[in-house]
């Protein structure tokens, strides 16, 4: 059984930067698409980045262009999300998910394993 735990969350201040890493088990890596999810308070869930599965190509929701970076080490079995620059509106709970052979389009339906999530909060 493939399991996602996610961590680094925590709360940073505005223009701060955290890095988040979502450690899988029961499964190599590699034959996986990685993406994160954020939720935040009484609002929908929202895609912010998905990495495929062979070639590492990356898609950013259009609110974290230039400030996130996703990344992936196989060997290490282990997904992270780079946040720079944060603002209060980067604030909830971020969630990895794997979707097996996957590209770098990630949809929530479409993922075939959630991690628990990691509360981010930003603020001054």
């Known amino acids: 059984q493939v399991q996602l735990v996610e961590s680094g969350g925590g709360l940073v201040q505005p223009g701060g930067s955290l890095r988040l890493s979502c450690v899988v088990s029961?499964?190599?890596?590699?034959?996986?698409?990685i993406g994160w999810f954020r939720q935040a308070p009484g609002k929908e869930r929202e895609g912010v980045s998905c990495i495929s599965t062979s070639d590492a190509m990356t898609d950013y929701v259009d609110s974290v262009k230039g400030r996130f970076t996703s990344s992936r080490d196989n060997a290490e079995n282990t997904g992270y999300l780079q946040m720079d620059s944060l603002s209060p509106d980067d604030t909830g709970v971020y969630y990895c998910?794997?979707?097996?052979?996957?590209?770098?389009?990630?949809?929530?339906?479409?993922?075939?394993?959630w991690g628990k999530g990691t509360l981010v909060i930003v603020s001054s």
């Open positions: 029961g499964s190599t890596l590699d034959e996986y698409a």
């Open positions: 998910a794997t979707e097996k052979y996957g590209s770098s389009y990630c949809r929530a339906a479409g993922m075939d394993n």
